[in-house]
């Protein structure tokens, strides 16, 4: 069974570019969250996903867009990046929409110059 | 506003004793609690839950203790072994809408030979 995986693993951007990480969720999981890891923070919600519709959305700016495609895998998109968007992006997958443990990738790591 | 919080950003524990990593929350709508363990260049592992139905929950070498009163969870690892180091994350699920995980900001625990 595969895990969470995420691409790609470190990037690096200037301000004002746009940036697009992807996740594919674990076999099963129909279910795809985004998390913001700032450093020395924990994870933050940026919005989830069920069935390619967006099912909740935390405190970001709308420059903070995501897709999920019919085989689950998704896409975060960032617009106008701006320095403080430099973190940890982590992708998450649950096998049900419900009150389940959620599994995480490795994080793709942005950095904003 | 940090409505999960863990107020111990490091703690070191001697190998084979007891580790208690602590976390509050504010928000008396949160009904189901997440322990997750991250290493470097890795995303967050799940470790074990508690509903708020649930006063105690074990899992092998951890237990999880949720005191609803005084709005605080407690993770407890007995004994503790070397490869348990590493940043522990306290999470509360918020039950309206998506299935959004609120994090802390984590505990780095050490544990010594």
């Known amino acids: 069974e595969t895990g969470v995986t995420q691409s790609p693993t470190h990037l690096i951007k200037t301000r004002g570019q746009q940036v697009t990480l992807r996740c594919s969720s674990q076999?099963?999981?129909?279910?795809v969250s985004w998390y913001q890891q700032a450093l020395g923070q924990g994870p933050q919600f940026i919005f989830q996903?069920?069935?390619?519709?967006?099912?909740g959305r935390g405190n970001f700016p709308p420059r903070f867009s995501g897709l999920q495609f019919p085989n689950y895998s998704s896409e975060l998109n960032v617009n106008a990046l701006e320095l403080d968007d430099s973190a940890l992006y982590l992708c998450?997958?649950?096998?049900?929409?419900?009150?389940?443990?959620?599994?995480f990738g490795p994080g793709t790591r942005l950095t904003v110059l | 506003d940090q409505q999960v919080k863990q107020n111990s950003p490091s703690l070191s524990v001697q190998e084979g004793r007891i580790s208690i990593l602590n976390c509050d929350y504010t928000?008396?709508?949160?009904?189901?609690f997440l322990w997750y363990k991250k290493y470097p260049a890795e995303g967050p592992t799940f470790l074990i839950s508690?509903?708020?139905?649930?006063d105690k929950n074990e899992d092998g070498r951890f237990t999880v203790f949720l005191n609803k009163s005084a709005k605080h969870l407690s993770l407890h690892i007995v004994p503790s072994q070397p490869g348990d180091s590493a940043v522990y994350f306290c999470?509360?699920?918020?039950?309206?809408?998506?299935?959004?995980?609120?994090f802390g900001q984590g505990t780095r625990l050490t544990i010594n030979p």
């Open positions: 076999s099963g999981h129909n279910t």
């Open positions: 928000n008396s709508m949160f009904d189901y």
């Open positions: 508690i509903s708020s139905i649930k």
């Open positions: 999470a509360a699920n918020n039950p309206e809408g998506a299935q959004k995980l609120v």
């Open positions: 996903y069920y069935r390619e519709e967006e099912n």
């Open positions: 998450a997958s649950s096998p049900l929409m419900g009150r389940n443990e959620q599994f």
